[in-house]
């Protein structure tokens, strides 16, 4: 039986989008075999926070008020922005199977952030105008055609791969306050996500992460629209991927070998897996198939089905 949801959760850079394309390139008799996924469906909040600084960028030179970001470098205005991309993720799930798309103009999108800003309890105005619509149309069709599009027959037997990045300032210790870390936006997917969900935790040292983060950047608009190539600013990294929570989240669970998490009507017990990629085994990933040296490949394999065998039986 394959997997239903796989959370793949780690800092920025850690190898969580390399590792999604290693998996996406497996023939599906592999991946099932030896990862117990079925063919995947993508789902990622990275592309909502590049299309939340677009619109920043663009309010501020409108004259705007920002919405999302003062400049181009910093951290969230409101923090609780963290679980407004938590349910703009729980949305594309949700959406997966059905006819219908989310529209791809620069005026819904915007409605879809206010509205997902509403239910994170983030009171904030976004400030628009015709102008602004403009200056993001571009951003807006582009995120809307990139989202993960699925008949409700393949859905039955695909694993769903849901990728995001949380944690807190450096420096900071366990438990982080509300909103910040994994806690939260885990209890904001939802009850009919954490159901059906398990996690697997590509482990990396915050330093470590900030370094391939510094090397994986490709400069302008191509490298920051993408998942491969963004580059996090580093007042970022520092601010809010200085520490990751999910240890001590493991560490403070009822049951060992998974994270509990309540979403205030149930509480869910995730089944957790690491894959330790302290010293770094997947950036060679980014490179064409063809370029992957065949050795680290083996051994990226084989340590990969033994998390993913280990998450199975937690489960």
């Known amino acids: 039986m394959a997997i239903d949801i796989l959370l793949l959760l780690a800092l920025p850079a850690s190898g969580k989008s390399e590792l999604r394309r290693y998996v996406a390139h497996l023939a599906p008799e592999v991946a099932r075999r030896d990862f117990h996924l079925g063919p995947t469906l993508q789902v990622d909040d990275y592309p909502y926070v590049h299309l939340m600084r677009r619109i920043s960028r663009e309010q501020r030179r409108l004259g705007l008020e920002p919405a999302f970001f003062a400049g181009d470098d910093t951290p969230f205005l409101h923090s609780g922005d963290w679980l407004t991309l938590s349910h703009l993720i729980a949305e594309d799930v949700a959406a997966l199977g059905t006819v219908e798309r989310h529209p791809g103009t620069a005026a819904a999108l915007i409605d879809r952030l206010g509205a997902a800003r509403a239910r994170a309890g983030v009171r904030a105005a976004i ?12 951003d807006a069709a ?3 055609a990139g989202l993960t599009v699925a008949d409700p027959a393949s859905l039955r037997d695909s694993t769903i791969v849901v990728e995001f990045a949380r944690g807190g ?20 997917l939802g009850g009919e ?13 915050p330093a470590e992460s900030r370094r391939r983060n510094r090397e ?3 400069p302008g608009p191509d490298g920051d629209a993408s998942i491969l190539h963004h580059g996090v600013p580093e007042a970022v990294m520092l601010h809010d991927y200085g520490m990751d929570d999910l240890a001590w989240l493991a560490e ?34 980014r490179a064409e198939p063809g370029a992957w040296p065949r050795k680290a490949v083996a051994r990226l394999h084989h340590d990969l089905a033994a998390a993913f065998t280990a998450l199975v039986d937690a489960g």
């Not at 400030?127 to 571009?138: F, S």
């Not at 996500?193 to 040292?205: F, K, M, P, Q």
């Not at 994270?259 to 995730?270: F, K, P, Q, R, T």
């Open 127 to 138: 400030a628009t105008n015709p102008a602004l619509e403009h200056g993001i149309a571009a």
């Open 216 to 218: 994986r950047a490709h």
């Open 142 to 144: 582009a995120l809307a």
């Open 193 to 205: 996500i954490l159901e059906r969900a398990s996690i697997l935790w590509v482990v990396a040292d």
């Open 252 to 285: 403070t669970s009822p049951v060992p070998g998974t994270i509990a998490v309540d979403d205030g009507d149930v509480a869910s017990l995730l089944p957790l897996a690491r894959f330790d990629n302290r010293v770094d085994r997947t950036s060679f990933l």
């Open 169 to 188: 300032p450096a420096g900071a210790v366990a438990p982080l306050p509300l909103p910040l870390g994994y806690a939260a936006s885990l209890a904001a």
